[in-house]
Structures are given as structure tokens and as C-alpha cells.
């Protein structure tokens, strides 16, 4: 089948390259000109395992294009996907922008029948708008072909995007006609084992199904990180009583896992676009907020444990920092908890070094030169050049490298002892017979 991704970030690109896999001819268009330039000397804009190879292989084998327009792509597509961004507006209400540029393009390109998906994350009722601003540029060129608008939210996790994508929970489907139907199915018919993992709905439903599996496990995350606040005072281990309760089956042990708060590129922007979705219908988002107020709070845990351990001042004081990109497996820094630390840690005039096993080229271009400059925020060039002379380690990103440190050689590096967990990875056990000063989340 034809297809064409609009939109080459994360959701855009993998799925672009995951249809080409599957035999599909595909284009993936970006506005952003650079992107397209080094898509096709098969140089990625992001960071996703197993991605890379896969492009290139596929560019390769002549299934997989990329273009900066529509009119510039090999094929007449079949089927068009909508997959740029949905940011945060200044009033937290998703900002789009992007999807109706996208889909007005889409509108002045199409001559032809063809299935257009919006595979964004977009407001209840966003697909009427599309499907009107298409209309609209098919009016102004007095083109009179069909084409229908489904919506099909995309709910893979950057750091395993792939597998996700091939091998996906469910696929949804909003506001499909009998023709838009056969066609998604034959689509997804490769990658869905039983055809019962394909949902198909009112378009209002789908849409709202994206927001309320990321609120819902964003309210999962932000519980868990509050009952680990008061878990810490009265002298509760958070990580029992995860194992404990997680092994209920009416519970479960997905994202209930403590830490430093949750980033990202679309928790924190999807939380805030449903509460805005709640308050303009007559809803008080009450639970909504408080997931969102837990974040916010849960994001200064780790500043304020390190006040408590070396005071306000900290110009005296070097802290090692690994990892910086929201989760392990990406270098999304969106959101990231790294942030917020960060930036207090230099606020405080710490020296900090930092280390992260692949976000460090896009961590610098969000911080501010005068870090760097005045000598104050250092990248390191391993994960134990960011622990020398330190004066403590934080975690911050739980990547692989970073489960089993070398506590022996941290021991000569480092200047104390003293490691703050923020994403409980380490047995306080242990560190304590390595003589390390610990402290987790919630233990
Ligand atoms: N990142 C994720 O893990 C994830 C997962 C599921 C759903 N989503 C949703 O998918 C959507 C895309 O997210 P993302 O993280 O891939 O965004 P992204 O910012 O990585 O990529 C969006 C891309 O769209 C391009 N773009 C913007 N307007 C365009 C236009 N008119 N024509 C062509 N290209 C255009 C941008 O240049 C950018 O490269 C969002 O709605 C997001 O909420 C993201």
C-alpha cells in the first residue's frame, strides 16, 4: 500500500519505517528541511533503538522516502497519517497548529479517494476539524473527491517504539466508513495477531482513549510517588509495599514504580490538555490536578533532599548527575526530571557533572551557555568522570549501564559517600556494606 506520514519526529518516523518493513511503499514529509536532509543520508533526528538500521535498510530497498512536501513524493498515497506535534498552548489546552497546517496541506494535494488518520494526539472533536479544513482547500480548488478522516491515537513508548509498534496491546480506531474500515484492516492486519486487538469506534472515543490512558497512568505514577513521601516518614519502605500491592491482580505492577516524577513528551502536555478539556465542558478536574500538583511537587524531591544533606549553599559542593533524558532508551529530554534538578543544583551554585549515555547533544542545546561557561555544568565523557571529586551522585534515569556501578572505583573517586537514588534502583543493603551514605525515594 501507498502510504504517507506527515510528521518525521518519533511517532512519525517509527511508524513511517514500520510500515516500509512490512512491505508498504511509504514517505515520510517534515516541514523542518534539515530533518529531511539528513533522513536521506540516513542520519535520525532522534534517538530510538533499533531505528536507525531499520530506516537505512528500507531507504535501501527503495520502500522508504522522504520529502519536505507532498507534492514531492514518489507515490499517490492511499493513506495519509497526521503525526506532528500537539504542544502544550500557553493556557495548557493542546495547541493544533500543526495538525491543521497539516491537514490544510493535505486539502490542497489530494485529488483522489484516500484515508487520512490522525495518529496525533488531539482534543475530542478535532477530527471534524480536519476533515473541515480539508473540505475547505478541496473547495477552493473545485476538487470533488471523497475521503474519509479516522482517528487512530498512537500509544507506543519512546525506548521500545518498535517492538510497540509491531507487536501493539490494541489498535483503536475512531469513525471508520465501511471503505476507511478495509483499509486499516488490510493495514493492520500484518502486525495484529487477533483481529479482536482492533477497536473501532466513534471518533470522539478514540480520541478521548489516548488522553485517558495517559492520565490514567500518569494518576498511577504521581499515587504511587506520594504515598513514597509518606511512606519516608513514618519509616515504610515505598518498595514493599509496591511488590505487595503490585502483585494483586486487580492493581498490577505497571507504573506504580516510585521515583523523581514523570517527563516527557506527553504525560505532562496530556494531563494539562484534559484538564483543559474538562474545565471548558463544566468539569472539575479535581483528580487531574492533584496528579499534576504531585508531579510538579515530586520533581523537587531530589533538590530538596540534597538541602537537607549540604545546606542552601552549595558553592563548596560538586554533584555527579547520571542520566538526563526523561526515561531510559530515548534522548527525548522533554520534560525531564533532570531539568528541574539541574537547575536548581546550579541556582545553589553547585558544580554539577553530568553524564547521560545518549542525551547529552540535545540536553545542551536546552541549557544555557553560561552553565558551561562559568565553568559550573560539565558533560562528562563516562559515567565516572561525572562522579570525580563529587561530592554525592544522583540518579536521575535509570539507564542499564547505571544498575550495577563499580562502587569500589566510585569509592576512591568520589569525595563523600553519598548516593541519592531517584528511581530506587539500588538495594540500601548494599550500599550501606559499601559504606555509602543512601537515599531512595519513599525508604
Ligand atoms: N513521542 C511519543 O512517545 C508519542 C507517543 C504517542 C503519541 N504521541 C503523539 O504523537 C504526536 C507526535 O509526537 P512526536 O513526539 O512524534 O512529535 P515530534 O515533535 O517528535 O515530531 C513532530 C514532527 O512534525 C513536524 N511537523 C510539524 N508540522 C508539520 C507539517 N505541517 N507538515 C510536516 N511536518 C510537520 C515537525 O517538524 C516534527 O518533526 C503528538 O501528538 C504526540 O502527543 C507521541
Not at 102 to 119: E, F, L, P, Q, T
Not at 247 to 273: L, Q, T
Not at 391 to 403: G, H, I, R, S, Y
Request: net charge negative; glycine share 8%; charged share 25%.
Amino acid at each position: 500500500m501507498n502510504i504517507t506520514v506527515i510528521g518525521a519526529g518519533y511517532v512519525g518516523l517509527v511508524t513511517g519505517t514500520c510500515f516500509a518493513e512490512l512491505g508498504n511503499q511509504v514517505t515520510c514529509i517534515d516541514v523542518n528541511k534539515e530533518k529531511i536532509t539528513n533522513l536521506t543520508q540516513g542520519i535520525l533526528p532522534i534517538y530510538e533503538p533499533g531505528l536507525e538500521p531499520m530506516v537505512t535498510s528500507n531507504m535501501a530497498d527503495g520502500r522508504l522516502h522522504f520529502a519536505n512536501s507532498l507534492n514531492e513524493q514518489p507515490h499517490e498515497p492511499k493513506v495519509i497519517f497526521i503525526a506532528v506535534g500537539t504542544p502544550s498552548d500557553t493556557d495548557g489546552s493542546a495547541d493544533m497548529q500543526y495538525v491543521l497546517n497539516a491537514a490544510r496541506s493535505i486539502g490542497a494535494y489530494i485529488n483522489d479517494y484516500c484515508v487520512v488518520v490522525d495518529k496525533s494526539t488531539v482534543p475530542v472533536g478535532v477530527a471534524d476539524q480536519v476533515r473541515a479544513a480539508i473540505q475547505a482547500e478541496l473547495d477552493k480548488r473545485g476538487v470533488a473527491t471523497k475521503f474519509d478522516v479516522v482517528s487512530n491515537p498512537e500509544f507506543l513508548r519512546e525506548g521500545a517504539a518498535i517492538d510497540d509498534f509491531m507487536r501493539p496491546d490494541r489498535i483503536i480506531v475512531g469513525d471508520a466508513s465501511e471503505r476507511s474500515k478495509a483499509i486499516m484492516l488490510e493495514l493492520y492486519t500484518p502486525i495484529i495477531r487477533s483481529k479482536e486487538k482492533i477497536y473501532f469506534m466513534n471518533v470522539k472515543d478514540a480520541e478521548m482513549t489516548k488522553y485517558v490512558a495517559n492520565a490514567m497512568l500518569a494518576t498511577k505514577i504521581s499515587f504511587m510517588n506520594e504515598m513514597s513521601v509518606l511512606c519516608e516518614r513514618l519509616g515504610v519502605d515505598i518498595e514493599n509495599v509496591r511488590l505487595g500491592i503490585g502483585s494483586d491482580s486487580r492493581i498490577g505492577n505497571a507504573f506504580i514504580y516510585p521515583g523523581c516524577g514523570y517527563g516527557g513528551s506527553c504525560f505532562p502536555k496530556d494531563v494539562k490538555a484534559l484538564i483543559k478539556m474538562a474545565e471548558n465542558n463544566g468539569v472539575d478536574p479535581l483528580v487531574l490536578r492533584a496528579v499534576e500538583d504531585r508531579n510538579y511537587a515530586q520533581k523537587r524531591v531530589l533538590p530538596a533532599k540534597i538541602r537537607k544533606i549540604f545546606g542552601d549553599d552549595l558553592s563548596d559542593i560538586t554533584i555527579g548527575v547520571w542520566g538526563l533524558s526523561f526515561k531510559p532508551g530515548t534522548d527525548d529530554m522533554r520534560e525531564a526530571s533532570s531539568l528541574v534538578l539541574i537547575e536548581s543544583l546550579i541556582q545553589q551554585k553547585a558544580r554539577v557533572q553530568v553524564y547521560d549515555p545518549v542525551a547529552m547533544p540535545v540536553a545542551k542545546e536546552m541549557m544555557p551557555a553560561e552553565w558551561f561557561l562559568s565553568g559550573q555544568l560539565s558533560f562528562a565523557e563516562h559515567q565516572y568522570a561525572a562522579v570525580d571529586a563529587a561530592d554525592a551522585l544522583v540518579l536521575v534515569t535509570e539507564w542499564k549501564p547505571f544498575c550495577y556501578p563499580d562502587l569500589t572505583a566510585m569509592k576512591k573517586l568520589m569525595r563523600r559517600h553519598i548516593i541519592l537514588d531517584g528511581r530506587n534502583q539500588y538495594d540500601p543493603k548494599q550500599m550501606q556494606d559499601a559504606e555509602f551514605e543512601y537515599y531512595g525515594i519513599g525508604r
